[in-house]
C-alpha cells in the first residue's frame, strides 16, 4: 500500500509540473501583410525565459554573460536570418541586469497576451500602412525592462524604438492598456517610414522634437480618441522655461540637450515629456494650416520648414 500511495505522489506532482508547462504557451512568430507590404513580428520571450531560467542568483558579471549567450546572440542570428540591419544602438534597450524574478513573471504573462497583441499589432499595422504606405517592417517584442516600471505606467505599459526603417523594437508590461499598444505601434510604423526617406546626416535637437512631433500627429490620425499622455499641452509657464532651454541649441547635435526634455528638469521647471509635447504642439500647428497635407507629404517636409511659418518661431529663434 505504501508503494501505491508513493507513485500515486509521484504521478500528482508530474501532473502538476506537466500543467505548469503547459500552462506557458511558446513565443510564436507571425506576419501581417496589407497592400503588398508585410510586418514581421518576432518576439524574444521564449530567449529571455531561458535567460531567467539560469539567471537567478548569479552575479552581474555573470548574468551579463548570460544574457549575451541567451538573448543578444540569438537576436542577432534571427535579425541576420531576416535580412535585418540591425545595427549596434539597440544594446542600450535589451538589458538582463534586473529583478530576474519579475521579469520572469513579465515575460510569461505576456506569452499568455500573445493572440491579444497580435490582433492589436495587426489592426495598428493595417491602419497605418492603408494611411501611410511604406516598406517591409520588422518589430520586436519583449518585456520592458523591470527598472523602468513607474515610468512605463505612465506611458500606459508600452513603449518602443525604431532604429532603422526596417526595425522597430516594441517593449511591454503586461499592465498594458490595448489603446495605447495600438497607439505605439503606429507611432513606431511612422518613424520607420520617415526613416526610408531620411539622408544618413546627423539630426539635431529640434530634428527630433518635431520627428516625435510627426508620429505622435499620425498616431492621433489612427486612434483620434487616444489622447497620449506625453502629448498633453504644456501650460504658458512651461513653454516659456522650455523655450528658454531650447533657444539657441535648436541647431544643437548634443543629445543630452533632448535628453533633459525628454527627462524633464523640475527644479528648472521643465517637466517630464517636454520634447515629445512642445513636438506636438508644433506639428499640429503646422497641420492645422496646411489641412490638405496627407502623411506622405509632411513626412517630407523639414523641420525648419515646420517652424517657418509657425507662431513659435520668434521664440524659439528670438530676433528673426
Same mark, same amino acid.
Given at each position: 500500500?505504501?508503494?501505491?500511495?508513493?507513485?500515486?505522489?509521484?504521478?500528482?506532482?508530474?501532473?502538476?509540473?506537466?500543467?505548469?508547462?503547459?500552462?506557458?504557451?511558446?513565443?510564436?512568430?507571425?506576419?501581417?501583410?496589407?497592400?503588398?507590404?508585410?510586418?514581421?513580428?518576432?518576439?524574444?520571450?521564449?530567449?529571455?525565459?531561458?535567460?531567467? =531560467?539560469?539567471? !537567478?542568483?548569479?552575479? @552581474?558579471?555573470?548574468?551579463?554573460?548570460? &544574457?549575451?549567450?541567451? #538573448?543578444?546572440?540569438?537576436? %542577432?542570428?534571427?535579425?541576420?536570418?531576416?535580412?535585418?540591419?540591425?545595427?549596434?544602438?539597440?544594446?542600450?534597450?535589451?538589458?538582463?541586469?534586473?529583478?530576474?524574478?519579475?521579469?520572469?513573471?513579465?515575460?510569461?504573462?505576456?506569452?499568455?497576451?500573445?493572440?491579444?497583441?497580435?490582433?492589436?499589432?495587426?489592426?495598428?499595422?493595417?491602419?497605418?500602412?492603408?494611411?501611410?504606405?511604406?516598406?517591409?517592417?520588422?518589430?520586436?517584442?519583449?518585456?520592458?525592462?523591470?527598472?523602468?516600471?513607474?515610468?512605463?505606467?505612465?506611458?500606459?505599459?508600452?513603449?518602443?524604438?525604431?532604429?532603422?526603417?526596417?526595425?522597430?523594437?516594441?517593449?511591454?508590461?503586461? =499592465?498594458?492598456? !490595448?489603446?495605447?499598444? @495600438?497607439?505605439?505601434?503606429?507611432?513606431? &510604423?511612422?518613424?520607420? #517610414?520617415?526613416?526610408?526617406? %531620411?539622408?544618413?546626416?546627423?539630426?539635431?535637437?529640434?530634428?527630433?522634437?518635431?520627428?516625435?512631433?510627426?508620429?505622435?500627429?499620425?498616431?492621433?490620425?489612427?486612434?483620434?480618441?487616444?489622447?497620449?499622455?506625453?502629448?498633453?499641452?504644456?501650460?504658458?509657464?512651461?513653454?516659456?522655461?522650455?523655450?528658454?532651454?531650447?533657444?539657441?541649441?535648436?541647431?544643437?547635435?548634443?543629445?543630452?540637450?533632448?535628453?533633459?526634455?525628454?527627462?524633464?528638469?523640475?527644479?528648472?521647471?521643465?517637466?517630464?515629456?517636454?520634447?515629445?509635447?512642445?513636438?506636438?504642439?508644433?506639428?499640429?500647428?503646422?497641420?492645422?494650416?496646411?489641412?490638405?497635407?496627407?502623411?506622405?507629404?509632411?513626412?517630407?517636409?523639414?523641420? @525648419?520648414?515646420?517652424?517657418?511659418?509657425?507662431?513659435?518661431?520668434?521664440?524659439?529663434?528670438?530676433?528673426?
Amino acid at each position: 500500500m505504501k508503494n501505491f500511495w508513493l507513485l500515486f505522489a509521484v504521478i500528482l506532482i508530474m501532473g502538476a509540473l506537466s500543467a505548469c508547462s503547459e500552462d506557458i504557451p511558446e513565443a510564436k512568430e507571425f506576419k501581417v501583410a496589407h497592400n503588398g507590404q508585410t510586418l514581421t513580428v518576432i518576439p524574444l520571450y521564449d530567449h529571455i525565459l531561458d535567460y531567467t =531560467s539560469e539567471a !537567478k542568483g548569479k552575479t @552581474k558579471e555573470e548574468k551579463k554573460a548570460l &544574457y549575451l549567450e541567451k #538573448v543578444i546572440l540569438p537576436f %542577432q542570428e534571427i535579425a541576420e536570418e531576416h535580412g535585418i540591419d540591425t545595427r549596434a544602438n539597440y544594446l542600450a534597450f535589451l538589458n538582463g541586469d534586473t529583478d530576474i524574478d519579475q521579469l520572469e513573471k513579465n515575460t510569461i504573462a505576456l506569452l499568455k497576451k500573445q493572440d491579444e497583441m497580435e490582433t492589436l499589432v495587426k489592426e495598428a499595422f493595417t491602419k497605418s500602412s492603408e494611411e501611410l504606405p511604406g516598406k517591409d517592417k520588422s518589430m520586436f517584442l519583449v518585456p520592458v525592462n523591470v527598472e523602468f516600471s513607474s515610468i512605463i505606467k505612465k506611458m500606459e505599459g508600452s513603449t518602443g524604438v525604431t532604429f532603422t526603417e526596417d526595425f522597430m523594437l516594441l517593449q511591454t508590461d503586461p =499592465s498594458y492598456k !490595448k489603446d495605447a499598444f @495600438k497607439n505605439t505601434v503606429a507611432h513606431e &510604423y511612422f518613424h520607420s #517610414v520617415d526613416m526610408e526617406d %531620411q539622408s544618413d546626416g546627423q539630426s539635431t535637437v529640434f530634428d527630433f522634437i518635431v520627428m516625435e512631433g510627426k508620429a505622435d500627429s499620425f498616431a492621433r490620425i489612427i486612434y483620434p480618441d487616444h489622447i497620449s499622455p506625453w502629448t498633453e499641452p504644456l501650460s504658458a509657464a512651461e513653454k516659456e522655461k522650455v523655450f528658454d532651454h531650447l533657444s539657441g541649441n535648436l541647431d544643437s547635435f548634443d543629445l543630452k540637450e533632448y535628453q533633459t526634455l525628454f527627462a524633464g528638469v523640475p527644479s528648472k521647471g521643465i517637466p517630464l515629456w517636454s520634447n515629445y509635447r512642445i513636438g506636438f504642439e508644433i506639428m499640429q500647428d503646422y497641420l492645422s494650416s496646411h489641412p490638405d497635407m496627407t502623411p506622405k507629404e509632411w513626412v517630407l517636409t523639414s523641420s @525648419k520648414e515646420t517652424l517657418e511659418n509657425s507662431p513659435y518661431k520668434e521664440a524659439l529663434i528670438p530676433g528673426e
